[in-house]
């Protein structure tokens, strides 16, 4: 479904934009890596992708605080590949505190990260996507780019930001064949979410299960953390001609959350 295109996924190099890596690799796709990590585990993860379907994977550690940093990587990839065809913005990071309490530099990183270097990926390769009539760009926001939760001014305020740089980015390439969606997964058993269950389980003498459990139960009707591969599977949706005309979308893979 991808042969011949090139997708770039920021925060690849573990949890749910790996899965969306694997994913679009497995249509056909050619890779740009993104993140932070261990150099051989990177490798290894890159030389596996390439292997096991066929396709040029490369990586890029550009920091997506850095906007040089990103635009150099963007440069990179249209010298290497001839463009991208595909955009993931998937990097993100996560402070939790009471508003009186928040770090000012925890609030600058995390609106860095997890929104701007949104918008400077993607002012970065929406032209060349619009003057071939075709492109992807799927935003992973939060079901917290949705709905309000305390302790987290930052990332929710971040992700609402997502949701309505979507909605821009959509009606901006309405008529050009590049479409703009964001995805919002409730629990995802990501290191970020670990951190949060490891946090619970220290503030109330659990184990780390039952904090998983209750974690989930307290939010997701379903009562099952959704999965990185169930992300990349939506990715590909997005990436399908049966979504040719789904654009501004915010799509919740929540088990039920904004449903109550």
Known sequence: MLAGKTALVTGSTSGIGQAIAEALAGAGANILLNGFGPADEIEALRSR???????????????????DAIEAMVAGAKERFGGIDVLVNNA?????????????????????INLTSCFHTTRHVVADMK???WGRIINVASVHGLIGSIHKAAYIAAKHGVIGLTKVTAL????????????CPGWVL?????KQVDAKAA???????????Q???????????VTPEQLGGVALFLCSPAADNTTGVSLPVDGAWVAQ
């Open 215 to 225: 974690l989930v139960c307290e939010r997701m009707p379903t009562e099952r953390f």
């Open 203 to 213: 503030e109330k003498g659990l184990s780390n299960e039952e904090a998983k459990r």
């Open 172 to 183: 901006e390439t309405a008529t050009s064949g590049v479409t703009c969606n964001a995805i």
């Open 49 to 67: 992708l390439a292997e096991a379907n066929g396709v040029e994977v490369a990586y890029d550690g550009a920091d997506m605080s850095d906007a």
């Open 131 to 133: 003057a071939k009539g």
């Open 92 to 112: 993100g990071i996560q402070h939790v505190a009471p508003l009186e309490e928040f770090p000012t530099e925890r609030w600058d990183a995390i609106i860095a």
């Open 190 to 194: 990501t290191p970020l979410v670990q």
